[in-house]
């Protein structure tokens, strides 16, 4: 089992900048996938960011590549989410997954075994 909780959402001005956080514990981090996914209200939960175990890729969607940025500290089990240059419709809970597969379709919500409880963003106009 992994327990992941994530941390860092909060209200922010259009422009503005957040980095999320998420800690896990439970397993050897340092072998999981990690991403991150968001659900708007009203919406279904779309993929946001992934990192592979080592950190040597990582994968964005569409709508935030160049603004937000994913990393990881394998020795903190901890993945971070840097969000610049935030947008109102980027508003959504936040959440963070992980993976115990090695190869597979990052993007989709059921390539991950855990998830944290989310972190809610807001971004006013």
């Known amino acids: 089992q992994v327990q992941l909780v994530e941390s860092g959402g909060g209200l922010v001005q259009a422009g503005g900048s957040l980095t999320l956080s998420c800690a896990a514990s439970?397993?050897?981090?340092?072998?999981?996938?990690m991403g991150w996914f968001r659900q708007a209200p009203g919406k279904e939960r779309e993929f946001v960011a992934a990192i592979v175990w080592n950190g040597s890729k990582t994968y964005y969607a569409d709508s935030v590549k160049g603004r937000f940025t994913i990393s990881r500290d394998n020795a903190k089990n901890t993945v971070f989410l840097q969000m610049n240059s935030l947008k109102p419709e980027d508003t959504a809970v936040y959440y963070c997954?992980?993976?115990?597969?090695?190869?597979?379709?990052?993007?989709?919500?059921?390539?991950?075994?855990?998830w944290g409880q989310g972190t809610q963003v807001t971004v006013s106009s």
């Open positions: 997954s992980a993976s115990r597969s090695a190869a597979g379709y990052v993007y989709s919500d059921k390539f991950y075994d855990y």
């Open positions: 439970g397993r050897t981090f340092s072998t999981l996938a």
